[in-house]
Each structure stands twice: as structure tokens, then as C-alpha cells.
T-cell receptor, first 115, second 114 residues
């Protein structure tokens, strides 16, 4: 059964700290790994990773995929209170014919950044 | 990315009733999905809404409980029928591009069943 496991499940830090969130997966026919940020209800897209070792970066957030280890990390440097959210990792398996299929989500890491 | 709206934003419903959630996209999209997020849990795919054909349901979800319509390429509805407190969740629709992995989500509907 395909699955995505995130750790830690929750994390409390202070503003200015650097955090690393982990995601590991088991999926047949891996296509890509995605990170989302969920603040209230709607997850917002952060990154998509398809190639191992390539870092995706956006401001203070960055992410790397390790296809050998079947894992990914999301780093946030110089955290701010606005970074408080649930960070979701999802894997997209390749469907028959290469068409888009569903995303398999982990349970998320709840990050709380205190002032 | 497409702009997605959902109605209602939230609702409180009585046990045994039904709720229909609407999802509207500002452009034509091939793929539309419906997810459920139960309290403290992650997102679980309910079904893929196919335009012009019946929805494709994931294991554990059935059409009688979660009927879906997809009358055109910009609109879909999900009905949650015969509500029970276990149906209290956030329901999310999402869209994606054909051949792509990224899905973009609507603002969600928070359903509470009393």
C-alpha cells in the first residue's frame, strides 16, 4: 500500500530558528513529491520535486528530494510567526498511460512559531 | 493556476440530512478531485470527478454516500448524504492540469454534523 510518513508531527520553535521537516514515502511508480502549506482549510502549493538532489528554493523555504532514500526535507530558515501552519507532504504516483492521478498525503507537521 | 471557489464555506447540518458542496473554477480544467480531511487527519481522496462520465471513487467511498456531478469543465458538486457525526470534516476540491502533478485546492468547506 502506498504511504507517506511525515515527522515530526508537531514542532514548536521561536522566531529566527531554522527548522527541518521530514517526509518519507513508499509508492509504486513514483512520479513526483509535493509540499503544501495549510494555514486554515486550503493547502497552498509550495514545491514540486521530481529529480533527486536538486534543491527547490523560494525565499526562506527550500526542499530537496532523495530518491535513493525515498525521502524529502523541507527547510525553513529564520522562521517567522507567519510560518505557523501545517506542512503537508504528498506523493504523486504515475498512473497508467502517464495521466494525472490522485495525491497521497502524509499526516502533516504542525509548526508553531512563537514570537 | 486556476482560481477555485467553493460554496458553502461552512455549514452545520443535522444527522440524516444531506449537504451539497459546489466547486467552481475560473477556467476549464480536465481533472477535478474531491478530498476529505477529518479532524487531525490528512487529506484523503474521495473521488475524481470526470466530465461526461461517472466519477471514479476511491476504496472506501461509494456513490450512494458521496454522489458527484461534473456537468462541464468548470464546475462540480459533491453531495454528502445521510449525514452522521463521522462526516464532520473539511471537504476540499482541487484541480490539476492534464499530465501534471500539481493540484490546486479550493478554500474548503467545513461541515459539522450534530
Amino acid at each position: 500500500e502506498d504511504k507517506v510518513v511525515q515527522s515530526p508531527l508537531s514542532l514548536v520553535v521561536h522566531e529566527g530558528d531554522t527548522v527541518t521537516l521530514n517526509c518519507s514515502y513508499e509508492v509504486t511508480n513514483f512520479r513526483s513529491l509535493l509540499w503544501y502549506k495549510q494555514e486554515k482549510k486550503a493547502p497552498t502549493f509550495l514545491f514540486m520535486l521530481t529529480s533527486s538532489g536538486i534543491e527547490k528554493k523560494s525565499g526562506r523555504l527550500s526542499s530537496i528530494l532523495d530518491k535513493k532514500e525515498l525521502s524529502s526535507i523541507l527547510n525553513i530558515t529564520a522562521t517567522q510567526t507567519g510560518d505557523s501552519a501545517i506542512y503537508l507532504c504528498a506523493v504523486s504516483p504515475m498512473n497508467y498511460g502517464g495521466s494525472q492521478g490522485n495525491l497521497i498525503f502524509g499526516k502533516g507537521t504542525k509548526l508553531s512559531v512563537k514570537p | 493556476s486556476a482560481v477555485i471557489s467553493q460554496k458553502p464555506s461552512r455549514d452545520i447540518c443535522q444527522r440524516g440530512t444531506s449537504l451539497t458542496i459546489q466547486c467552481q473554477v475560473d477556467s476549464q480544467v480536465t481533472m477535478m478531485f474531491w478530498y476529505r480531511q477529518q479532524p487531525g487527519q490528512s487529506l484523503t481522496l474521495i473521488a475524481t470527478a470526470n466530465q461526461g462520465s461517472e466519477a471514479t471513487y476511491e476504496s472506501g467511498f461509494v456513490i450512494d454516500k458521496f454522489p458527484i456531478s461534473r456537468p462541464n469543465l468548470t464546475f462540480s458538486t459533491l453531495t454528502v448524504s445521510n449525514l452522521s457525526p463521522e462526516d464532520s470534516s473539511i471537504y476540499l476540491c482541487s484541480t490539476g492540469t492534464s499530465g501534471g502533478s500539481v493540484q490546486y485546492f479550493g478554500p474548503g468547506t467545513r461541515l459539522t454534523v450534530t
